[in-house]
């Protein structure tokens, strides 16, 4: 009997210095992460800072402005004019054979405003639940 | 020996035998304190791992040393990059004078001589350049020359540039340390706000402005042009919103760059890059000011818009003499007194009020006091009038003269007066504030809107005319003050102040250009100048505003009521 409780304790004594050189060495090495989390936080950080600053930079509106002149050959970029602003109804849309209750009244707005000509490219008729068809205007 | 000695041998032998015995103990026990002292020791330096200090790793994320300002949209107007400054202990650097080529060739901005002297300085420390480039660093690294140390530093950057300088301002570097250094606001907004954007506990929340970049871009790009066109010596622009008084854009010309150092300036102050005309300046704003006026006059009750008054005998104070330019015409009904810019027009109505009532509305405006935009400049811009506010003082006020205001203080009273009469304070902060007293009625308000409408469509200000906009306003052409009194005769500083649309306002305009000459013409009037600015510039922010434009009726043409009394020198 005293040969057994001396066994159980000391086995016993065994599991637990084991368990706690694993939760020590556990600790250390979630420490270890802990800290190289947090650099890589600080420099993520800094990185963001970096490009936001950098953005900025990019989207300056003086850069912009020297990118349109830049590239006014092929974009034909110009200031937003008050004459630009139009009527959704003024936009073509394809062809109204689709169900009657969804038309748009766009050769009666076409009438309204004939100074406002039709666009002559694929357009995309909204709201045509789900699929949206590209196709070519009457025009 | 006897018994007797023999004990007492006896005794001290055993007494002796007692005390070896316990020096024994002693012994061990040192020995054993010594062994475990040791064993305990070894012991925890083998279980210890070795540790070495780490800046990178130390678990504090760096925060930032100054909060961002952002626009109204949210662009980043003003940020900071991480950097580094250069210093060097001379007592370890090898061979000065190479060193010191070496340096100046990598950094092209500090002289040569300047680092040499630094270099052999009888010092242990000394700041060589701060801040430097990321690629300036590397090759000083390369030099691998042991006295020479970098310090980690935040810079402060301005990505656009020059837009909203005057908004801005700048910082300096205050208390300047190996490990730290205090960003301190220099100017603009970042010296007023300084305490919030220093503050630690609002670091990373950005401070929002109510600048909206693209207006503020075209803005400056509007007067800029204008100012190139006209042969200006400078330039102002205000453009603020009407209920809250929140400034959209703000623009003073010549204008500098934040992110550069300043640079000494041997030229007239008045022309100072960092001197914001739009706020900083006062100056006698001229017919600009007759809306004004005009509006007391019909607050007061003495006068309605188609009131007629005699425009035809000038207007004499002792031996001052006032008269209009241009032809005379005899009857002019208020609205065409505004219209035409009329003088003597306006002196009557001042007149009709009295000096006192017309003194106590102008102070009902806040002509009289700084107008407490968020700029640290605006506390300095106080209102130049003269001490003895005498008649002849409200006749030369009632057209704009005599008086000295900053064009943000007129941009607020045309706020003001479009904001249903309700007190405008102008702010630069989004969200702006919230309105103040009623200083006009909303009746004489709407009236007055009218009258400045008609300004556009009809008269002085024609060519500032965008359809569907609906402006109206007010031409000023203020001949400037000499510095040792009187007038120049050839040079004018002229002013547009306006509002759009009159009939729902929302934005309050001001552009003021200084000493422009129309080239075409040979002149200088606000109607030939200022004008055709504000056209161009209203034609191009409206749509970044997001109004589109009106397509109002017709309105119907004024009508000039006739037969009404004009008998208003009181």
């Known amino acids: ?139 | 020996m006897t018994d007797l000695v023999r004990g007492a041998v006896m005794k001290s032998k055993a007494g002796q035998r007692q005390r070896a015995q316990w020096r024994v103990v002693l012994v061990m026990l040192a020995f054993a304190v010594a062994y475990v002292a040791a064993g305990a020791r070894m012991g925890m330096l083998a279980l210890a791992e070795p540790e070495e200090p780490q800046l990178v790793r130390g678990g504090q994320l760096p925060d930032p040393v100054r909060g961002e300002i952002l626009d109204r949209r949210g662009n980043l107007l003003a940020g900071n990059l991480p950097g580094w400054s250069l210093y060097a202990d001379p007592r370890f650097i090898i061979e000065p004078r190479e060193t010191a080529a070496k340096l100046a060739a990598i950094l092209p901005d500090v002289p040569r001589e300047r680092i040499e002297k630094l270099l052999t300085r009888e010092s242990s420390f000394v700041w060589i350049k701060r801040p430097i480039t990321p690629r300036q660093r590397q090759a000083v690294l390369e030099l691998g020359n042991p006295g020479l140390a970098f310090a980690a530093r935040e810079v402060r950057v301005y990505p656009s540039g020059r837009l909203a300088a005057h908004v801005l301002g700048g910082v300096r570097t205050a208390h300047e340390g190996v490990t730290f250094a205090e960003l301190v606001g220099s100017a603009g907004v970042e010296h007023h706000q300084n305490d919030r954007l220093s503050d630690p506990s609002s670091l990373a929340e950005p401070l929002a402005l109510s600048i909206d970049s693209a207006v503020q871009a075209t803005v400056e790009d509007v007067l800029g042009t204008a100012v190139g066109y006209f042969g200006a010596k400078g330039g102002a622009a205000i453009l603020m919103k009407v209920q809250t008084g929140e400034i959209v854009a703000l623009a003073s010309l010549p204008d500098f760059n934040p992110n550069q150092p300043r640079r000494p300036y041997n030229g007239e102050p008045a022309y100072h890059p960092r001197f914001s005309r739009a706020v900083q300046g006062v100056y006698e704003l001229g017919s600009t000011f007759k809306p004004i006026t005009a509006a007391l006059a019909i607050e007061a009750g003495i006068v309605e818009p188609e009131t007629m008054i005699d425009t035809k005998t000038p207007v004499t104070y002792g031996r001052h003499r006032f008269v209009d330019h241009g032809r005379v015409r005899p009857m002019q009904s208020v609205t065409e007194v505004v219209m035409r810019s009329s003088n003597i027009g306006t002196i009557r109505m001042a007149q009709g009020l009295g000096t006192q009532r017309f003194r106590e509305g102008l102070k009902r405006f806040g002509f009289f006091v700084p107008t407490g935009v968020e700029l640290a400049e605006a506390r300095t811009a106080r209102p130049r009038y003269p001490r003895d506010w005498t008649d002849l003082t409200t006749i030369t006020a009632s057209f704009g003269h005599g008086i000295s205001i900053s064009p943000l203080h007129l941009a607020s009273a045309y706020a003001t007066l479009a904001n249903r009469g309700r007190l405008t304070r102008p702010s630069l902060i989004k969200g702006g504030t919230a309105p103040g007293e009623q200083v006009i009625s909303p009746r004489t308000s709407a009236q007055m809107m009218r009258v400045l409408r008609e300004v556009v469509a009809r008269g002085t200000a024609r060519r500032a005319d965008v359809p569907g906009y609906e402006l109206g306003g007010k031409t000023g052409t203020a001949e400037k003050t000499r510095p040792e009194g009187g007038y120049y005769d050839d040079r004018v500083l002229s002013t547009f102040a306006g509002v759009f649309p009159t009939s729902r306002p929302e934005y309050v305009i001001l552009v003021s250009l200084d000493e422009p000459t129309d080239p075409d013409s040979g002149k200088r009037e606000a109607s030939r100048t200022a004008v055709p600015t504000t056209g161009e510039m209203l034609r191009r922010i409206a749509p970044l505003l997001g109004l589109r434009p009106q397509d109002a009726p017709e309105q119907p043409g004024y009508t000039v009521p006739v037969g009404l009394p004009a008998d208003l020198d009181g």
């Open chain 1, 1 to 139: 009997m005293k040969y057994f409780t001396l066994l159980i304790s000391v086995s016993a004594l065994f599991v637990v210095v084991v368990w706690a050189y694993n939760v020590n060495y556990e600790t250390r090495q979630t420490f270890d992460r802990l800290s190289t989390l947090r650099a890589e936080i600080a420099a993520e950080g800094e990185a963001l800072q970096v490009l936001r600053v950098e953005w900025a930079w990019l989207n300056s509106p003086a850069r912009l402005r020297e990118l349109v002149r830049a590239y006014e050959g092929e974009l034909h970029l110009t200031h937003l004019r008050a004459d630009h602003f139009s009527y959704a109804g003024s936009v073509p849309f394809p062809p109204l054979e689709l169900n009657p209750e969804e038309l748009w009244p766009i050769p009666e707005a076409h009438q309204n405003r004939p100074e406002i000509p039709l666009l002559p490219f694929p357009v995309p008729r909204p709201n045509s639940g789900g699929s949206l068809q590209i196709q070519w205007s009457e025009q």
